[in-house]
Structures are given as C-alpha cells and as structure tokens.
C-alpha cells in the first residue's frame, strides 16, 4: 500500500511542527530533490519524516556547514563528502548530514 505525497504535504511535515529544522523554500528545495532522487532511481521512496529530519539538515550559508564540521574546507569538500542541495535564491544549503 503506497500514498502518494504531494508537495504541500511534504513541506507542512518538514516545516509545521515542534520538531522543525527546514524553511518552507528549504523543504520545497529537498521535495524537489526527492522527486529527482526517485525518477533517477526509477523506484519510489519511502516518506518517513523522521528519518529525512535525522538525515538532512539546513543551514543559513556555506560558513555555517564549516563552522560545524572540521573535515570540511570549502563548498567543494563537503559536495565530495556528501549531498549538497542549494536553495534557490539564497545562501542557504541542505545537507545530508555524515
């Protein structure tokens, strides 16, 4: 049994609640890249939002990511170290935390 989750309901479950670590252009960004994720995998994913909160976080800027990992030296790196989906018309990224 599957339910198809649309782009509103994505973002109120990322952004509506307690638990929030995403702006609604952050949430939008990550929909976006999910539903990207999945045509090039050709196989449907899972929504758990626990699990996308636990994995994926946002931060403000580039110097923000950095400030947090010291493995990390610039945009570049950490797009070698692991997903980096920028949101548009901002400084803001999301990444899929390591």
């Given at each position: 049994?599957?339910?198809?989750?649309?782009?509103?309901?994505?973002?109120?479950?990322l952004?509506?609640?307690?638990?929030?670590?995403m702006?609604?252009?952050?949430?939008?960004?990550?929909?976006?890249w999910f539903?990207?994720?999945?045509?090039?995998?050709?196989?449907?994913?899972?929504?758990?939002?626990?699990?996308?909160?636990?994995?994926?976080?946002?931060?403000?800027s580039?110097?923000?990511?950095l400030?947090?990992?010291d493995?990390?030296?610039?945009l570049?790196?950490?797009?070698?170290?692991?997903?980096?989906?920028?949101?548009?018309?901002?400084?803001?990224?999301?990444?899929?935390?390591f």
């Amino acid at each position: 049994m599957k339910q198809t989750i649309t782009e509103s309901y994505f973002i109120d479950q990322l952004v509506g609640d307690e638990y929030n670590n995403m702006s609604y252009e952050g949430a939008k960004a990550l929909f976006n890249w999910f539903e990207e994720f999945e045509s090039d995998l050709g196989e449907e994913q899972e929504f758990d939002k626990v699990s996308i909160r636990c994995e994926f976080a946002e931060y403000d800027s580039i110097a923000d990511v950095l400030s947090e990992y010291d493995s990390i030296d610039s945009l570049e790196d950490l797009r070698d170290n692991t997903t980096v989906i920028e949101v548009p018309d901002s400084e803001k990224l999301i990444i899929q935390q390591f």
